[in-house]
């Protein structure tokens, strides 16, 4: 990302009807989705080259539709001190997300704890925590694509995926291992 680019913003505004709220609900998550920065209530700053034209007009559409308005204004350049201050904000929002990554990855690992001392090495209980590791990538890449200014969060999220992703494919060898043993054998 060039230098200009990463200083050109988008600002948005949008009204939507208070109810019903899918508009307004939508497209807040929709933005934050594409990495917006919240300013204001109904008011956020997107990263230039964050949403195409395509998706813009979406997202107005779907305001506009239900009664509201939505508006955009480029934003080519702002003082160094706003930047950097918009930036530190970007980098803050993703390092919560990367911080819940992190946790619902301890999650998991602590539920394989849980189950390998209980000694449940079920079929049902790995495809339930391989779906939850399946859930943590998308979610972590997701982050990711949204992670435009390098949040420093990012290298501990996907240091807890890996690790969850470690502990899950110990945990089904070991399940796998628990189907080949006779009925009364302790698999330890």
Known sequence: MSTDESRA??????????QPSTARVSTWRRLHRLGAVYVGASTCLLPAGAADDA????????VTEAGGSFDTYPIDAMS???HRALLAR???????EYAEVV?????????????SARGKFTFAEVEENEADLAKLRRWLAA??????YGAAGRAAAEQAVTRA???????????AGADHEPAGTDVD
């Open 9 to 18: 913003w988008l600002l948005i505004g949008y009204r939507a009807p208070a």
């Open 55 to 62: 998706t813009l007009a979406a997202l107005a559409a779907g």
């Open 80 to 82: 160094v001190p706003a």
């Open 90 to 96: 970007a980098n803050a929002d993703r390092d919560a």
């Open 103 to 115: 946790e619902r990855a301890e999650a998991l690992i602590a539920e394989l704890a849980t189950e």
């Open 143 to 148: 982050v990711g694509t949204r992670d435009r």
């Open 165 to 175: 992703a470690r502990r899950l494919r110990e945990f089904t060898e070991r399940s």
